[in-house]
């Protein structure tokens, strides 16, 4: 059997053991040490946004920012509906009520009109929502200008949900530091990775610092244990920040490589009829973390993105479905939802091929070979 080629997996640079080996050394072995402050510092030199607190996943960061904003019980978060569970989870943990925001055909992000259209419905039944979470979504950045726009008209806050996406920007600009916070995830098949990890970020510096408070168990400044508020164990380990700090090192590098990627399989693809990729539009840059494609079966000769997945898994070749949406998920059946078909179509004709930034030529070419037998 040919070697696996991955969807997308860890890929380390040259400095990561150094800072790991100096927690070591030094016994920084806790949630707390330089590496940790030194990650922090990397990323908000990188994002431009003054206040980082690096925590245990993203979804912990997304919890936390609900806190932070005082969402709780029956309150309505605005979140997108064609994303991972993890950018909705979080609302449920506290009470609240997602309402799943549909995409858009441009970006294949929150849809603006969908997100006022649902705004303006809750006002009118009195009902101002909390909080609103778009997502740039396999490092796309999601049309920011209007849904920014609509946010502060109507004075909602927006969480910036940029898991997918560190490194992209929109008007030259980090994805990230557009919201009132942004949240970064670090998890095995990001861009980087520290293993499992996460970060909140936010020019508002009491929030961050509330989130640091939060994440290590609210503890009161006394000498015994006193506790005003419910806390949380959400701190990253300053092990797992050294491995951070070796991936700022090579981010750029990674970035390059993902639109490699793309590059290489949109040459390859594009003239192939019913065979489409994700828009990359003129005001934004992309990470690329996943490059996907769309399969249109009425000019592929019947030919799905199942078939494609399954001949590619034939020869030991990850790829995956793009993501069901959120309002089809048996667990938010009862979520309300304004939508308009096109994250259900995304999710039926959407495939993501291997994406790693370290896959060789050589690969490219295996899964480039494996199409091309059933599609041309
Ligand atoms: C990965 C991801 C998250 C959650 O991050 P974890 O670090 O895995 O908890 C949230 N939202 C999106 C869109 C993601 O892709």
């Not at 890929?11 to 080996?21: L, P, Q, R, T, Y």
């Not at 098949?189 to 961050?208: D, M, Q, R, V």
């Not at 390059?256 to 290489?264: A, F, G, K, T, V």
């Amino acid at each position: 059997m040919a070697n696996r080629i991955w969807l997308s997996s860890p890929h380390m640079g040259h400095s990561e053991k150094a800072f790991v080996e100096d927690a070591f050394t030094t016994n920084w072995v806790a949630p707390l040490g330089p590496n940790v402050d030194g990650f922090e510092a990397d990323l908000s030199k990188y994002t431009g946004v003054a206040n980082t607190a690096v925590l245990s996943s993203g979804t912990s960061a997304i919890h936390l920012a609900l806190i932070i904003l005082g969402v709780q019980k029956d309150d309505i978060v605005l979140c997108q509906s064609f994303t991972f569970s993890a950018s909705a989870n979080p609302i449920v943990y506290l009470g609240a009520t997602p309402v799943f925001i549909d995409s858009e055909e441009d970006t294949w992000n929150m849809d603006p009109v969908l997100l006022e259209a649902s705004i303006q419905h809750y006002l009118s039944i009195g009902k101002k929502p909390k909080a609103i979470i778009p997502v740039h979504l396999y490092g796309m950045p999601a049309k920011l200008d209007e849904i920014i726009r609509i946010a502060r008209q109507y004075d909602v806050p927006v969480i910036e949900d940029a898991a997918e996406a560190l490194g992209s920007t929109y008007h030259n600009k980090p994805c990230g530091s557009f919201g009132d916070m942004g949240i970064l995830s670090f998890n095995g098949n990001k861009i980087i990775t520290t293993s499992s990890g996460g970060a909140l970020i936010s020019a508002n510096e009491e929030w961050i610092k509330n989130a640091r408070f939060l994440a290590t168990q609210a503890r009161d400044a006394a000498p015994h244990y006193q506790h005003s508020h419910i806390g949380y164990n959400y701190r990253m380990s300053n092990v797992l920040a050294g491995i951070g700090r070796g991936q700022m090192q090579v981010l750029d590098e990674r970035i390059q490589q993902r639109r490699r990627n793309y590059e290489l399989y949109y040459d390859a693809l594009k003239n192939i009829p019913g065979i489409h990729f994700q828009p990359e539009m003129a005001d934004s840059f992309s990470n690329r973390w996943l490059t996907c494609v769309l399969v249109d079966r009425s000019q592929t000769n019947s030919i799905t993105r199942e078939d494609i997945r399954l001949h590619l898994e034939k020869d030991n070749i990850e790829s995956r479905p793009l993501w069901k949406p959120m309002h089809l998920q048996p667990v938010f059946a009862d979520a309300p939802r304004f939508v308009n078909g096109v994250s259900e179509k995304l999710f039926e004709q959407g495939l993501c091929l291997p994406s790693g930034s370290n896959l060789q030529l050589e690969d490219i070419e295996r899964v480039l070979r494996k199409i091309s037998e059933i599609i041309h």
